[in-house]
Nanobody
Framework: EVQLVESGGGLVQAGGSLRLSCAASGFTFDDYAIGWFHQVPGKEREGVSCSGSSDGSTYYADSVKGRFTISSDNAKNTVYLQINSLKPEDTAVYYC???????????????????WGQGTQVMVSS
């Protein structure tokens, strides 16, 4: 059974940092596309950082470029999202997602992913 469990969210002041973790079980990250998404109430879930295309590229949303970094530890089967220079507008529930299909381009939309974690809340105070 594929499972994803996020952790690392919390309340931080603007300008601070967090590292979100996504621990996987039931599959190996190496074989899957991986994405981090965020969602605020009343809005659609949107991709912030995704990887796993045939060309090995990584996607970052314009709003997070230079501040967010996706990485992985294959030995721990865990993917991370390092978030620096946090802004109040980063406040959201953050989800990690995985998909086993082969993607020519980096999948960046929720409908391209089959597996989801439960989410972790990030709140940034001004």
């Amino acid at each position: 059974e594929v499972q994803l469990v996020e952790s690392g969210g919390g309340l931080v002041q603007a300008g601070g940092s967090l590292r979100l973790s996504c621990a996987a079980s039931g599959f190996t990250f190496d074989d899957y596309a991986i994405g981090w998404f965020h969602q605020v109430p009343g809005k659609e879930r949107e991709g912030v950082s995704c990887s796993g295309s045939s060309d090995g590229s990584t996607y970052y949303a314009d709003s997070v470029k230079g501040r967010f970094t996706i990485s992985s530890d294959n030995a721990k089967n865990t993917v991370y999202l390092q978030i620096n220079s946090l802004k109040p507008e980063d406040t959201a529930v953050y989800y990690c997602a995985a998909d086993s299909k082969i993607h020519i381009l980096v999948p960046t939309t929720p409908r391209e992913y089959d597996y989801w974690g439960q989410g972790t809340q990030v709140m940034v105070s001004s």
